[in-house]
């Protein structure tokens, strides 16, 4: 499987890249800046220097051109509004035309766990622009034709990955603590979403659990 990570070296994808690599899956990852260019080859992924934020959709479709799969694990990191928006909801929304233009059916979005219209962020909020960013980028996947999977982790630790999760049904609130799980365990859910036939077209929302991974996600 060829797969397209964007936003190669953000603290998800960081797992992600290699383990796709060791599963023998040829991954690109597009980075933003020459001085990533090593670090993203170092991982295990042909490096593509692409800076999403400013890119057009057709930039990007000659990126994702030949791809089975993509998986958008960029971010704007917060702090400024406006590239919040620029990065997290349009340049993300931009991503999927382009996967839809060349052709690739498959596009997993990393989100987060409270990413619902009744997140309840208050607008006053310094997260709520993160919050409605990446909420109207999900809608935006949800109403494509691809076959797409939003994974709604609960917040990211840096603790070592345990291989197991436990999802938030459908309709539930988020757990207290807001589903602590580690970026290693969100980076093992990206890739088996892949080859799971049964995430797609799903809002998988998850925590730290007791579930093996392949199984929380076959029983969706």
Same mark, same amino acid.
């Given at each position: +499987?060829?797969?397209?990570?964007?936003?190669?070296?953000?603290?998800?994808?960081?797992?992600?890249?290699?383990?796709?690599?060791?599963?023998?899956?040829?991954?690109?990852?597009?980075?933003?800046?020459?001085?990533?260019?090593?670090?993203?080859?170092?991982?295990?992924?042909?490096?593509?220097?692409?800076?999403?934020?400013?890119?057009? *959709? =057709?930039?990007?479709?000659?990126?994702?051109?030949?791809?089975?799969?993509?998986?958008? @694990?960029? !971010?704007?990191?917060?702090?400024?509004?406006?590239?919040?928006?620029?990065?997290?909801?349009?340049? %993300?929304?931009?991503? +999927?035309?382009?996967?839809?233009?060349?052709?690739?059916?498959?596009?997993?979005?990393? @989100?987060?766990?409270?990413?619902?219209?009744?997140?309840?962020?208050?607008?006053? @909020?310094?997260?709520?622009?993160?919050?409605?960013?990446?909420?109207?980028?999900?809608?935006?996947?949800? $109403?494509?034709?691809?076959?797409?999977?939003?994974?709604?982790?609960?917040? /990211?630790?840096?603790?070592?990955?345990? $291989?197991?999760? !436990?999802?938030?049904?459908? !309709?539930?609130?988020?757990?207290?603590?807001?589903?602590?799980?580690?970026? %290693?365990?969100?980076? =093992?859910?990206?890739? =088996?979403?892949?080859?799971?036939? %049964?995430?797609? $077209?799903?809002?998988?929302?998850?925590?730290?659990?007791?579930?093996?991974? *392949?199984?929380?996600?076959?029983? /969706?």
């Amino acid at each position: +499987m060829k797969v397209v990570v964007i936003g190669a070296l953000g603290k998800v994808a960081r797992h992600l890249v290699p383990l796709l690599a060791d599963a023998g899956d040829e991954v690109v990852g597009i980075v933003r800046r020459p001085e990533q260019i090593d670090r993203v080859a170092d991982l295990g992924a042909d490096p593509v220097l692409l800076d999403v934020e400013n890119a057009s *959709a =057709q930039d990007v479709e000659t990126v994702l051109h030949g791809a089975d799969a993509v998986v958008w @694990s960029a !971010g704007a990191g917060g702090g400024n509004p406006a590239r919040t928006y620029a990065v997290d909801r349009d340049a %993300a929304i931009r991503s +999927m035309d382009a996967a839809q233009a060349a052709g690739v059916r498959r596009y997993v979005m990393v @989100s987060w766990i409270g990413s619902t219209p009744d997140h309840g962020v208050p607008e006053d @909020s310094s997260f709520f622009p993160y919050a409605d960013a990446k909420l109207a980028a999900d809608d935006h996947l949800r $109403g494509t034709d691809l076959d797409w999977t939003v994974l709604g982790p609960g917040t /990211l630790t840096d603790d070592p990955a345990t $291989g197991r999760i !436990g999802l938030v049904p459908e !309709g539930e609130t988020v757990p207290r603590g807001g589903g602590r799980v580690p970026r %290693a365990d969100v980076a =093992q859910v990206a890739a =088996q979403a892949l080859r799971e036939p %049964a995430t797609v $077209g799903r809002f998988v929302r998850f925590g730290s659990g007791d579930i093996l991974i *392949a199984e929380a996600l076959r029983s /969706l």
